[in-house]
């Protein structure tokens, strides 16, 4: 009996696997609430443009931009750094402190919320890691995401520096990459998280899942385009739907030249490639969960079926802001349900695909001679 509990102490099976279980679910809750913070930081972000308040802080302080203005002195010494950008002088020439303030705030929540997602990932990753909490294969997508977070604070002040210049805002390419790493870091976000968690349905078929892995993309690249939409102010300019300046097919699509600058330059043709993007996304969609049914994979189908459902509502609320001229709560909806889509999308892909397999791995064996003569006692 001593021997019994003496290897029962040193090697249980059960044990182990709840450790596991209980350290997933650790890491997972972690993960959701940077998830969550993400979101809040497109939102806020999504705002700081809409607002045009992005130019307002005309220099990158990592440590001691967290410290707003305190005193009437630092609020002028803000305010004459803006008199100096193109922005001031060429559209907000004459504007008052108090409505500095205003697009300064913006600004200043979206970097201070940046920080915050920041230091919340690398204080959890460094803790859970210290604790030896973290598996080995899910170590390295952890520092990868760390790593491209470090790279988007960059990116962000790349995008910022094209409109102190020369631009009255910033340039359209560098918002849609920026736009577009922060869904990245989302997605790879919920992936892991969703890998982590327990999966009621077996994986399923290899079809199925590069199906939903290319929905995800499909996904990234609509949003992508929608950093061009809002980079051109291209939701004002035609407000009809279905149709769009009196013709499905408006003309005016490549009045620039070379072509390709048509893609990401023309506010017309970007306005139309995005509608068009969003069809091709509800189609796929619609196809995917179809599929789903007629394979008989209800469990995976039925979160087909729910994505379908947030993509609808997603071209809804798509239409409104279009026809209310992107009114500012309807466009931040509509940026705040795609993000939805988005993370619907890569939980839904990675279900596909089923849980990590588990680290431990115990096999049950004897362990000493005592262990073996008292089970053949």
Known sequence: MAATSAYSSEFDPVAATRKEDRNRRQIRLWLYFVLVLIFALVLVGGATRLTDSGLSITEWKPIHGVIPPLDAAQWQEEFEKYKQIPEYTEINAGMSLDEFKTIFWWE??????????????????????????????????????????????????????????????????????????????????????R????????????????????????????????????????????????????????????????????????????????????????????????????????????????LVLLVLAQMVVGILTLLWAVPLHTALAHQGLAIVVLGWATAHWRGTKGAYPPQTRVEVRPQTDGWAAAQGA
Request: proline share 4%; hydrophobic share 50%; aromatic share 10%.
């Open 195 to 306: 890998g982590l968690a327990p999966h009621s349905g077996a994986p399923s078929s290899r079809g199925f899942q590069i199906g939903a892995g290319l929905i995800v993309l499909l996904v990234l690249i609509q949003i992508f385009l929608g950093g061009f939409v809002a980079g051109l102010d291209a939701g004002l300019a035609y407000n009809t739907w279905p149709r769009m300046d009196g013709a499905w097919i408006p003309s005016g699509l490549d009045t620039l030249e070379p072509g390709w600058r048509n893609l990401f330059e023309n506010p017309k043709a970007v306005q139309f490639i995005h509608r068009v993007g969003a069809y091709v996304v509800a189609i796929a969609v619609l196809w995917h969960a179809i599929a789903g049914f007629a394979n008989g994979n209800t469990t995976h189908a039925r979160r087909a079926a729910i």
């Open 108 to 193: 200043w929540a979206h970097r201070t919320l940046a920080r915050g997602v920041g230091l919340v990932f690398a204080a959890g990753l460094i803790g859970f890691w210290s604790l030896g909490k973290i598996e080995r294969r899910v170590l390295p997508r952890l520092i990868g995401i760390l790593l491209l977070g470090g790279l988007q604070g960059g990116i962000g002040w790349w995008m910022v520096a094209s409109g102190l210049t020369e631009r009255t805002d910033v340039s359209q390419y560098r918002l849609a990459v920026h736009l577009t790493t922060a869904c990245l870091i989302f997605t790879a976000t919920m992936a892991v998280a």
